[in-house]
């Protein structure tokens, strides 16, 4: 082995023995002085060979790395890419429930609405401080009817509901509109 390739191999992979023995090309005869030209010829070959199939291996693995962080770049940019579409209630409502004039939209609306004059003959019960029972003795009807109503409103008459905010001190406003149009008394 010439000394000019022993200073090109140290200048590729540095001078400790550590790193001739990670890279698997710990070669270097020891204790001899000269070697014939064949002999040095060999060595060398050795050491091209050992040098190219590290070199394959390296660039194998940056390939390899490179192609994985290209992947990753097209998947995150499909993502980005993907817009991601908003509904409105009334559009989500038609999706799930039917359309506006169906028999389920219209039950769906019923409940609705009878849950929500339920919730408020609760709030304003509470507003007043008063007991479900209390409730019951100003209308003349017992805690377990006032309960129902406070959770389901559907069997209650018109009747109940006007005395229940009547005796809640509470005004009613009803709206009724007819083809975007609301009807107004004079």
């Not at 001078?15 to 000269?34: C, E, I, M, Y």
Request: charged fraction near 30%; proline fraction near 1%.
């Amino acid at each position: 082995m010439t000394l000019r390739s022993l200073k090109n191999y140290r200048k590729t992979f540095g001078n400790s023995a550590h790193v001739l023995r990670d890279n698997k090309l710990d070669f270097w005869p020891s204790g001899t002085k000269q070697m014939s030209r064949r002999h040095e010829f060999l060595l060398l070959m050795g050491l091209l060979k050992r040098l190219i199939k590290y070199l394959q291996t390296k660039l194998k693995k940056q390939l390899i790395l490179k192609q994985n962080i290209l992947k990753a770049n097209v998947k995150n940019n499909n993502i980005a890419k993907t817009v991601i579409k908003s509904y409105s209630l009334a559009e989500m409502k038609d999706k799930y429930v039917g359309k506006v004039g169906t028999k389920n939209r219209n039950e769906y609306e019923y409940k609705l609405n009878m849950d929500v004059l339920s919730h408020m003959i609760k709030k304003a019960r509470q507003e007043r401080k008063l007991t479900q029972e209390q409730l019951g003795k100003l209308i003349g009807v017992q805690k377990a009817q006032i309960s129902k109503l406070e959770s389901s409103a559907n069997s209650a008459t018109i009747d109940t509901v006007l005395k229940v905010f009547k005796a809640l001190k509470a005004d009613i406003h009803f709206n009724v509109t007819i083809e975007n149009r609301q009807l107004q008394l004079l």
